[in-house]
C-alpha cells in the first residue's frame, strides 16, 4: 500500500468525529475554516456551534450587527478573522446571490481566505482536487519525505505545494484532505510524535535518520516587540470611559483609554508622565486600584498590561463613551480585558 492509502486507512481508524465534517454545506466549513485558523480543535468547537446555530444560513451573518459578531467571536483572538467573516458574509450576499462560490478561484478572492483554505473549502465543500497545505502537512511531508527545504521561504512554499498535489488521492480529495492534516494533529505531532505505533515507521525518513527534532525547517525567527500598557478604567458618575478601537489587530473592540511605554514603569513616573497630564490636567483624581501585570502573548507581540481604576467628575475624553458599569460585559473586548474583568468578578 502507497503513503496516500495508508494514511486513509489510518484515518478511517483514528479520525475524531468532529461537526464540520458531517457536512458538505460551504458555508459551514467556511466557518470552521476560519474559526480554527490559529486555533486548536477543542477550543474552536464550541464557538463554530454557536455560529452554526446563531447564523444558520450566510443571510443571518451577514445581516446580523458587527458588535454581536464580535462579541460571539471575543475569547478567539486574532479579530481580523471575525471581521473578514463578517465582510464576507455580507460579500457574498450581495455579489453571489447568497450563494457560496463554487471554484477555487473566486474562493481565493474572498477576504481573510488564502491559499489554504480555498483549498479545504473547494475539496471538503465540493469535492474538488486541491491539496490542503497547513502546519500540519508541513510537518507530516517534511518528516515522511526527509524535505528540509524551510517552508517559509518562496522555494519551500512551491516544493510543499507540489509534493502535497502529487500524494493527493484526486477522486477522494476531501477524505485524504482530512487525513494528512488528522495524521499530523494527532500522530505525527510537533513535539513527541507517536513514531512507535506509526504505521509509516518503515519509510519515514526523520524516523530512519533520526532527525524528527530537525524536521520540518523553518528559516526566519519571527521578532517579538514589548509593549507596556497601562489602561486607565476612569469612572465619573458611575459611569467608566470606554472607546471602539479604529484600527490594529482589535480594531472593532471596545477598550478604556490606555497609555503606552517602551519600558516597565512605576507608579509615581507614570502619575508625573506627560500622557497621563495629557488626559488629567489638573483634574482631581482618586486612585482606586491597581491591577498586577497582565502578560499577553500575540504572534508579533508580547503585551505587558496593568489596569488603573481611578475616579474622577472632572475631565471629559473624546472619543470615548461613558458606559454604565454593569452594561460592560455587553460590549465586545479583547482577551486581554476580559481577563482583567474576570479579576473584577472575584473581588
Ligand atoms: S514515524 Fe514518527 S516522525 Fe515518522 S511519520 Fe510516523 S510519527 Fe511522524
Known sequence: MNFSNKL?????????????????????????EIILQQTRVWQGTPYYLAFVNAYPKI??????????VLKMWQGLGYYSRARNLHFTAKDIVVNYGGKFPN??????????????????????????????????????????????TPYDTPLGKKQFQELAQELLIKENSSVYNQAIMEFGALQC????????????????????????????VKSKKIKVKNRFLHFLMIEKKGKVY????????????????????SDRINE????????????????????????????????HQKLYAKFWKVKTNDINLK????????ELENYPVSRLIEKYFETLKLT
Open 8 to 32: 486513509v486507512s489510518w484515518y478511517q481508524v483514528n479520525k475524531r468525529d468532529l461537526p464540520w465534517r458531517n457536512t458538505t454545506n460551504a458555508y459551514y466549513i467556511w466557518l470552521s
Open 59 to 68: 443571510e443571518d451573518l451577514a445581516n446580523a450587527p458587527e458588535d454581536e
Open 103 to 148: 471554484n477555487y478561484q473566486e474562493i481565493l478572492k474572498l477576504k481573510g481566505v488564502g491559499s489554504y483554505t480555498a483549498a479545504a473549502i473547494t475539496s471538503f465543500a465540493f469535492g474538488l482536487p486541491y491539496a490542503v497545505v497547513d502546519g500540519n502537512v508541513i510537518r507530516v511531508l517534511s518528516r515522511i519525505f526527509g524535505v528540509d
Open 189 to 216: 505531532k510537533p513535539k513527541s510524535p507517536d513514531c512507535s505505533v506509526c504505521p509509516m515507521q518503515d519509510f519515514c525518513e526523520a524516523y530512519n535518520n533520526n532527525t524528527i527534532a530537525e524536521l520540518p
Open 242 to 261: 470606554l472607546g471602539k478601537r479604529k484600527s490594529g489587530i482589535w480594531q472593532g473592540l471596545y477598550e478604556f483609554p490606555f497609555l503606552e511605554f
Open 268 to 299: 509615581k513616573e507614570l502619575l508625573s508622565s506627560e500622557e497621563w497630564v495629557d488626559i488629567f490636567a489638573d483634574a482631581k483624581v482618586e486612585m482606586q486600584s491597581i491591577s498586577p501585570e497582565f502578560i499577553h502573548v500575540l504572534s
Open 319 to 326: 472619543n470615548y463613551q461613558l458606559i454604565a458599569k454593569e
